[in-house]
């Protein structure tokens, strides 16, 4: 049972394109949403975060877009770069559940020069 | 500051093996907490711990044991491996409850089991 569920499983986009990655939850309790980056050999890296509360938030060339009715939240990278590469993961937590994270399966972005 | 340290870095086990995957923290983190990472899975929850003599088990758990004794560690144990738990494990901790621009993640331990 997948609780957060992330499309697509990769994504290959040219340099200056807007790779969109997309995720959908079940667990309406679930009330924190962050995107991590991990690049080969690493481990994630805290990208950007949102609350539910709030529909979109934006840092630097990343924006997350979130739809509470949907239960649907999306990332999306402005004027992507060949240092982008790396794989991407939505993840949830779970109120009161002690910052445990819900992660999705991941999506493998591939930005060509 | 190194943040949270994780070793070994790679390790070859047999089936039936035990060993223990070691993590320290030294930002004075209360929670701390073990993943695994598989591929097309994302990263699972194992066990983990919100304050030193606290333990609890995640998505996971079989086969994985932990303890806290201190605030610092959270040791890992396999307790008898088996080739389903080669995978890329993954220690993180955090300090308060405010979500996830708290955790920090290790750079992992890369387990094969023959």
């Known amino acids: 049972q997948q609780q957060v569920k992330q499309s697509p499983q990769s994504l290959i986009v040219q340099k200056g394109g807007i790779p969109i990655i997309n995720c959908a939850y079940e667990n309406t309790a679930f009330d924190y949403f962050p995107w991590y980056q991990q690049f080969p050999g690493k481990g994630p890296a805290l990208l950007i975060a949102?609350?539910?509360?709030?529909s979109e938030k934006k840092e630097g060339r990343f924006t997350i877009s979130f739809n509470k009715s949907a239960k649907q939240f999306s990332l999306h990278i402005m004027d992507s770069q060949p240092g982008d590469s790396a794989t991407y993961f939505c993840?949830?937590?779970?109120?009161?559940?002690?910052?445990?994270?819900?992660f999705g399966g991941g999506t493998r972005l591939m930005v060509k020069p | 500051n190194a943040g949270v340290t994780q070793t070994p870095k790679f390790q070859v086990l047999k089936t039936g093996q035990s060993m223990t995957l070691q993590c320290a923290q030294d930002?004075?983190?209360?929670?701390m907490s073990w993943y695994r990472q598989d591929p097309g899975m994302g990263l699972r929850l194992i066990h983990y711990s919100v304050g030193a003599g606290i333990t609890d088990q995640g998505e996971v758990p079989n086969g994985y044991n932990v303890s806290r004794s201190t605030t610092e560690d959270f040791p890992l144990r396999l307790l008898s491996a088996a080739p389903s738990q080669t995978s890329v494990y993954f220690c993180?901790?955090?300090?308060?409850?405010?979500?996830?621009?708290?955790?920090?993640f290790g750079e992992g331990s890369w387990l094969t089991v023959v």
């Open positions: 993840a949830a937590i779970l109120n009161n559940a002690g910052n445990m994270l819900t």
């Open positions: 993180a901790s955090s300090h308060d409850r405010s979500g996830g621009n708290t955790i920090y």
């Open positions: 930002m004075n983190h209360e929670y």
């Open positions: 949102i609350r539910p509360d709030v």
